[in-house]
């Protein structure tokens, strides 16, 4: 079965051959075809509305664990890999249960990647394939990365300086993904505080086997006035320092704020995002990384999403490579063309 790689109106990708469609983390879908669920970001999760409209059953394909982490989030899936011929599902490194898709050994769609073995994540396996079809959120090369070493010697050395001054430290982090990473790295300092989601997502990790040292959930942490007893780690969602809550913290107990982005990199990110300090780390490949995969994978066609997708092509062209970004201003233009529903391939 040949499959071609499609991108449809809403600038989402699918694979199409003569006998099926399968959609890669679409957020909307016009048919009862397969979805694949990379990751329970909700930026790859299909809108509820859909899942309720269409009968999926047998039709998506994800991991367990990301089914898992879905269902707490309000949505009803199982992973039914089973039925879909020729496919295989690729640790891609990014977060728990979070998969790479790889299409009878010739097509891998690498959705969020991080290559970078951190705390309990593996660096992934990149399979050598025909045609990848890879992120590019960090495709640009100023987006590099300090080594992950270098970053818990610094934050370490931060937490120990504040916490022999009595201060009180809050990491901030995406709440899926980064907030477990962040536990995993710096939980052995106590109490250990984390935002309640935080703590619903740190307690599903610890069904699937990943060791979490034992934390705090924030409203009990209020209830039991454990806030008085300073020092205290709280990991807390990543959100400017100007946030009320934060900003009372702050107030209240002289605490200082930590944010971990890739973002970091730029220069003006701290004072745009008002925080104390920023750390430039991410569940997503740097510039190096994401260039190290296509390497790897040595594929004859090449397509980017996400971030610098342009640039990234651009540079992967120059490097003598063949690639092409999911072109929106493009695909917008044909899409007022009543004939064309779908479109072949990115120009
Ligand atoms: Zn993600
Ligand atoms: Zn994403």
Redesign the pocket.
């Known amino acids: 079965m040949e499959y071609e790689v499609i991108s449809n109106k809403n600038n989402e990708i699918l694979l199409k051959s003569d006998k099926v469609k399968i959609y890669l983390d679409p957020s909307h879908i016009i048919d009862e075809e397969f979805i694949f669920i ?2 329970a ?1 909700t ?2 999760l299909l809108n509820k509305k859909h899942l309720k409209k269409f009968n999926l059953k047998n039709k998506i394909i994800s991991s367990r664990e990301t089914s898992a982490i879905a269902n707490l989030r309000g949505y009803s899936i199982m992973d039914y890999l089973g039925s879909c011929e020729g496919v295989q599902l690729i640790d891609n490194g ?2 728990l249960g ?1 998969k790479g898709l790889l299409v009878n050994n010739k097509i891998f769609y690498t ?2 990647l991080s290559t970078r073995k951190r705390a309990f994540l593996k660096k992934p396996e990149i399979p050598k394939v025909e045609t990848l079809i890879i992120e590019s959120t960090f495709g640009k090369p100023e987006y590099q990365f300090p080594p992950l070493d270098q970053i818990i010697h610094q934050v370490n050395s931060l937490i120990s300086e504040m916490y022999a001054r009595g201060i009180p430290i809050i990491l901030m982090g995406y709440s899926l ?1 980064k907030a477990q990473i962040l536990t995993s790295l710096f939980g052995t300092w106590k109490p250990l505080i984390v935002h309640d989601d935080i703590y619903r997502f740190n307690e599903i990790y610890k069904n699937f086997g990943i060791t979490l040292e034992d934390s705090i959930p924030l409203s009990n942490a209020k209830e039991k006035e454990i806030l008085n007893k300073k020092p205290w780690i709280l990991i807390y969602p990543l959100t400017s320092g100007k946030h009320n809550f934060i900003a009372y913290l702050k107030e209240r107990y002289g605490a200082i704020t930590v944010g971990f982005s890739g973002w970091a990199i730029n220069k003006n990110y701290s004072n745009f995002m008002n925080l104390d300090y920023v750390i430039p780390f991410s ?2 490949c740097d510039f190096n990384e994401l260039v190290e995969v296509v390497k790897k994978s040595k594929p004859e066609k090449i397509f980017t999403t996400h971030g610098f997708q342009k640039e990234f092509a651009r540079y992967l062209n120059f490097i003598g490579f063949n690639a092409e970004p999911v072109d929106k201003q493009k695909i917008n233009k044909i899409k007022n063309n009543k004939n064309n529903k779908t479109l072949d391939g990115f120009f």
Do not use: R
């Open positions: 990379s990751h970001h930026d790859h990014h977060i979070s959705s969020d993904g569940d997503h």
